[in-house]
């Protein structure tokens, strides 16, 4: 257990859904990162959150959304589904706002299928 | 932007030779250079990092050099086991918001 949890494990939803993917961060991280990997794929980069706030955006697409509550834990929101929306989902945490300097701590993901 | 640039994309070596995976950078402002394991259907996780003031780290069988006015790093692993068969990830920080990843680099090690 890395700390790291994400919530659910698998989801399979229909094209044109709407789902909401959950992380909290190791105890004491107050930074959540957000990747997508696709099948055979490196890890893309959507957004990251530091203590609440929208620190950095990687090619995250309009339809999805993310943000990062007072405990800390993080929603990643993607709706309008598409079949290529279907991937591995992790969230990670680290304990500085920079991401640099510090390693990143990855949850154990969520694998989304949209059918 | 920072761009990140791996290879080899697949690495095979026979059990007990070494391995070499390498990568470049193209911000000469990055300063963290860790690198992740990937098992398949796993997490990714931190096996080694480096800092831009230290040339070479070591930590068992693994090792990073760190080449910055070439602007690359590389990973060594040693003595190679089956167990060290997965997908390898370079990752760079300028010391801004957020981490560039590799492509990544699958490694097979034959028994």
């Known amino acids: 257990d890395s700390g790291v949890t994400q919530t659910p494990k698998h989801l399979i939803t229909a094209t044109g859904q709407r789902v909401t993917l959950r992380c909290s961060p190791r105890?004491?991280?107050?930074?959540v990162y957000w990747y997508q990997q696709s099948l055979d794929q490196g890890l893309q980069f959507l957004i990251q959150y530091y203590n609440g706030e929208e620190r950095a955006k990687g090619n995250i697409l309009e339809r999805f959304s993310a943000q990062q509550f007072p405990d800390l834990h993080s929603e990643l929101n993607l709706s309008s589904l598409e079949l290529g929306d279907s991937a591995l989902y992790f969230c990670?945490?680290?304990?500085?706002?920079?991401?640099?300097?510090?390693?990143?701590?990855f949850g154990s993901g969520t694998r989304l299928t949209v059918v | 932007g920072e761009n990140v640039e791996q290879h080899p994309s697949t690495l095979s070596v026979q059990e007990g030779d070494s391995a070499v995976i390498k990568c470049t950078y193209s911000?000469?402002?990055?300063?963290?250079f860790p690198w992740y394991k990937q098992e398949l259907g796993k997490r990714p996780q931190l096996i080694i990092d480096i800092r831009s003031n230290v040339g070479e780290k070591k930590d068992q069988r693994i090792a990073v050099t760190l080449n910055k006015t070439a602007k690359h790093f590389s990973l060594h692993i040693t003595e190679t086991q089956p167990e060290d068969s997965a997908v390898y990830f370079c990752a760079v920080n300028t010391g801004g918001f957020k981490t560039i990843f590799g492509a990544g680099t699958r490694l097979f090690v034959k028994a």
């Open positions: 105890s004491g991280d107050l930074s």
């Open positions: 990670a945490s680290s304990v500085g706002d920079r991401g640099g300097n510090y390693g990143y701590t």
């Open positions: 911000d000469s402002a990055s300063n963290y």
